[in-house]
Nanobody
Framework: QVQLVESGGGLVQAGGSLRLSCAAS????????MGWYRQAPGKQRELVAQ???????NYADSVRGRFTISRDNAKNTVYLQMNSLKPEDTADYYC?????????WGQGTQVTVSS
């Protein structure tokens, strides 16, 4: 079993920055994919960014160039640095891990960007 705990959400003005963190604990293996998803009110959950254990990254077009995903394998932690935030980035952000076919989700952290 794996537990994911997110932190770092909050309220920020447009143009500002936030850094989200997701700490994983439990049965963590060296090979996995960690990522961030978000869900805005009335919308489907969508991929924001993901990173493999080797550091290969993938971003949604809407955040590419503004957000940066990184990970510290020694700490089993993934980060999402969000810059130049826009009101449309407002959503609940969820951490996800995929490991040997199993998918784990965190509880989510809220990000609100005011205009």
């Amino acid at each position: 079993q794996v537990q994911l705990v997110e932190s770092g959400g909050g309220l920020v003005q447009a143009g500002g920055s936030l850094r989200l963190s997701c700490a994983a604990s439990g049965n963590i293996f060296s090979t996995n994919i960690m990522g961030w998803y978000r869900q805005a009110p009335g919308k489907q959950r969508e991929l924001v960014a993901q990173i493999t254990s080797r550091g290969t990254t993938n971003y949604a077009d809407s955040v590419r160039g503004r957000f940066t995903i990184s990970r510290d394998n020694a700490k089993n932690t993934v980060y999402l640095q969000m810059n130049s935030l826009k009101p449309e980035d407002t959503a609940d952000y969820y951490c996800r891990m995929v490991q040997y076919g199993y998918i784990y989700w965190g509880q989510g952290t809220q990000v609100t960007v005011s205009s």
